[in-house]
């Protein structure tokens, strides 16, 4: 137990449909990150947030947003869904948000759009 | 986005010393070097990091080039449970970014 943890493991869900995936930081750690990784991708930076505060975005399609909330955990938010998005997608937490602290990532949750 | 350069794969035997090396030669000066390692349907782990000098922990070493374009990944003796995608990824400060490239993938003979 790395003490991300991301629910849920596993989610099924057909085109069009929206899902919310969630994910809680390690205790004291105030950034959250989220990552894609598709077979065909690798590891996709999506978005940063640091203490409720977006700090840093990559390749996040508009139709997927996130937000940190006061307690700390995250949620993403994926709506229209396509096949194309059939993926794990993994969330990580640090201590600062600065290079200097590595980061935890949770066990990731697998979506398949169907 | 700085990048880092990695050989697609190594192979090691158990219970010897593996380098993994990576090149990062448009690093700057406040830019973080960061290794992670995956196994299969698992998230990335964390394994270590470093600014300028060298860093040691429980799980490896890392070697940082005097003039920082380049590192190495120093496990001491390989075991099984070392054979992983390794990852060498710079935390460049003016983007708050961690960017993943395609890392090594270690093969471990027993």
């Known amino acids: 137990d790395s003490g991300v943890t991301q629910t849920p493991k596993h989610l099924i869900t057909a085109t069009g449909q929206r899902v919310t995936l969630r994910c809680s930081p390690r205790s004291g750690d105030l950034s959250v990150y989220w990552y894609q990784q598709s077979l065909d991708q690798g590891l996709q930076f999506l978005i940063q947030y640091y203490n409720g505060e977006e700090r840093a975005k990559g390749n996040i399609l508009e139709r997927f947003s996130a937000q940190q909330f006061p307690d700390l955990h995250s949620e993403l938010n994926l709506s229209s869904l396509e096949l194309g998005d059939s993926a794990l997608y993994f969330c990580a937490s640090s201590a600062s948000g600065q290079g200097n602290y590595g980061y935890t990532f949770g066990s990731g949750t697998r979506l398949t759009v169907v | 986005d700085a990048k880092t350069t990695q050989p697609n794969s190594m192979e090691s035997n158990e219970e010897e010393p593996v380098h993994l090396p990576c090149n990062h030669s448009?690093?700057?000066?406040?830019?973080?070097i960061h290794w992670y390692r995956q196994l299969p349907s698992q998230g990335p782990e964390y394994v270590i990091h470093g600014l300028t000098s060298n860093v040691n922990n429980r799980m490896a070493s890392l070697a940082i080039a005097e003039d920082r374009k380049s590192s190495t990944l120093i496990l001491h003796r390989a075991t099984l449970r070392d054979a992983a995608v390794y990852y060498c990824i710079l935390w460049m400060d003016s983007s708050y970014k961690l960017i993943f490239g395609s890392g090594t993938r270690l093969l471990v003979r027993p």
């Open positions: 448009t690093i700057s000066g406040t830019d973080y």
